[in-house]
T-cell receptor, first 116, second 115 residues
Framework: AQKITQTQPGMFVQEKEAVTLDCTYD???????LFWYKQPSSGEMIFLIY??????QNATEGRYSLNFQKARKSANLVISASQLGDSAMYFC?????????????FGTGTRLQVTL | EAQVTQNPRYLITVTGKKLTVTCSQN?????MSWYRQDPGLGLRQIYY???????DKGDVPEGYKVSRKEKRNFPLILESPSPNQTSLYFC??????????????FGPGTRLTVT
């Protein structure tokens, strides 16, 4: 079974609108972290936001927020007030276990296109 | 400036010609890792290292070697590259944190084409 599933290969959103990028995950480890990365066309990986499995509140970083629904095993990224510069590929990733730096397991990504 | 550097950034080579992609970080991180990115597959881990002289296989290690002789460096070696190793490669590093929330810092990527 896929550990990280991103079901939207591509999304369009109008400038200034909000958009939600979906991510579901599968793990039996009670300790895990969820990450979102942005990859613009230039190729680099940019860290956006992190949510720990024991965090009580949803993570927020500026225009980015993570809608964490633990029982449903979902960790959707919400981008508010989209900008043209938000056009990029977005990856959801999970790290299982705390205490050591274990690997990140990535989803297949969602390509977001922001239009005028 | 805290960073992960990779060289070369772009490489076109021929089947069977040994190559090395270098990776270096200046953040004194214990953990380093190599990923490959292919369309529709996301990023997949090739090898990782928890510290000097400690390396282990990731999900797709076949055809690759690594070494960790110094904490800052983690080169990726393709002894006999094949066309199916044409990909975008990322090196990443992070500290061995206790909370799990330490982000992985990624290098700029190396685009490799094997003909």
């Amino acid at each position: 079974a896929q550990k990280i599933t991103q079901t939207q290969p591509g999304m369009f959103v109008q400038e200034k609108e909000a958009v939600t990028l979906d991510c579901t995950y599968d793990t039996s480890d009670p300790s895990y972290g969820l990450f979102w990365y942005k990859q613009p066309s230039s190729g680099e990986m940019i860290f956006l936001i992190y949510q720990g499995s024991y965090d009580q509140q949803n993570a927020t970083e500026g225009r980015y927020s993570l809608n964490f629904q633990k029982a449903r095993k979902s960790a959707n990224l919400v981008i508010s007030a989209s900008q043209l510069g938000d056009s990029a590929m977005y990856f959801c990733a999970m790290r299982e276990g705390f205490g050591t730096a274990s690997k990140l397991t990535f989803g297949t990504g969602t390509r977001l296109q922001v239009t005028l | 400036e805290a960073q992960v550097t990779q060289n070369p950034r772009y490489l076109i080579t021929v089947t069977g010609k040994k190559l090395t992609v270098t990776c270096s970080q200046n953040m004194n991180h214990e953990y380093m890792s190599w990923y490959r990115q292919d369309p529709g597959l996301g990023l997949r881990q090739i090898y990782y290292s928890m510290n000097v002289e400690v390396t282990d296989k990731g999900d797709v290690p076949e055809g690759y070697k690594v070494s960790r002789k110094e904490k800052r460096n983690f080169p990726l070696i393709l002894e006999s590259p094949s066309p199916n190793q044409t990909s975008l490669y990322f090196c990443a590093s992070s500290p061995l944190g206790s909370s799990g929330g330490d982000e992985q810092y990624f290098g700029p990527g190396t685009r490799l084409t094997v003909t």
